[in-house]
């Protein structure tokens, strides 16, 4: 199958600043890449849906200006989560879909905002 | 509103048995469903896809079914082995402007 690779799997940051989550996909072109978020026993949430080269679209009730997504190539995307406060502590994964109909995940990446 | 749902209470089967998690779904028209399993702290790996107009798919030792007069898939793990103890997710994916929706998954056990 094919491999996509987020990074970093893991962060902790202080209140206030900003982290960046990259989403690449390693053996294929990425025409539209997902982000999603997940709590805990919960399904996944999308949060936006990036095409490469496009402004990404967000879901209702998703804030644009704090959770920045750039798709600059077919291979890469990246969400940045600004200004991060303890409510945005969370598991961002990312998934990525090619030509085919197939999305393939990203290993995810906790996020703990202190 | 479009709904997905999955059996929330885990499923714990003994090892070698059958194993079959559902899938069920409302006010939605998929063009195709989605299986995948996911791991504690890890991302959604995928397993299986199988599209409206086909009945039954399979890979290995996993088959799915997908009945969409029922609203509903059925996804099987034959022989099933304590590596197969994951959750397992069922999505939607849909066409004229409907969105891919996720169930909430299904937690499987398998005891040796």
């Known amino acids: 199958g094919a491999v996509v690779s987020q990074h970093p799997s893991w962060v902790i940051c202080k209140s206030g600043t900003s982290v960046k989550i990259e989403c690449r996909s390693l053996d294929f072109q990425a025409t539209t890449m997902f982000w999603y978020r997940q709590f805990p026993k919960q399904s996944l949430m999308l949060m936006a849906t990036?095409?490469?080269?496009?402004?990404?679209?967000?879901e209702q009730g998703v804030e644009k200006d704090k959770f920045l997504i750039n798709h600059a190539s077919l291979t890469l995307s990246t969400l940045t989560v600004t200004s991060a406060h303890p409510e945005d502590s969370s598991f961002y994964i990312c998934?990525?879909?090619?030509?085919?109909?197939?999305?393939?995940f990203g290993q995810g990446t906790r996020l703990t905002v202190v | 509103s479009q709904k997905i749902e999955q059996n929330s209470e885990a499923l714990n089967i003994q090892e070698g048995k059958t194993a079959t998690l559902t899938c069920n779904y409302t006010?939605?028209?998929?063009?195709?469903l989605q299986w995948y399993r996911q791991d504690p702290g890890r991302g959604p790996v995928f397993l299986l896809l199988?599209?409206?107009?086909?009945k039954e798919k399979r890979k290995e030792r996993l088959k799915v079914t997908f009945d969409t007069t029922l609203k509903q898939s059925l996804f099987h793990i034959t022989a099933s082995q304590p590596a197969d103890s994951a959750t397992y997710l069922c999505?939607?994916?849909?066409?004229?402007?409907?969105?891919?929706?996720f169930g909430a998954g299904t937690r499987l056990f398998v005891k040796a």
């Open positions: 006010n939605y028209s998929p063009a195709y």
């Open positions: 999505a939607l994916e849909g066409t004229g402007g409907f969105k891919t929706i």
């Open positions: 199988i599209r409206e107009n086909e």
């Open positions: 990036s095409n490469e080269g496009s402004k990404a679209t967000y």
């Open positions: 998934s990525a879909r090619g030509d085919r109909d197939e999305a393939f």
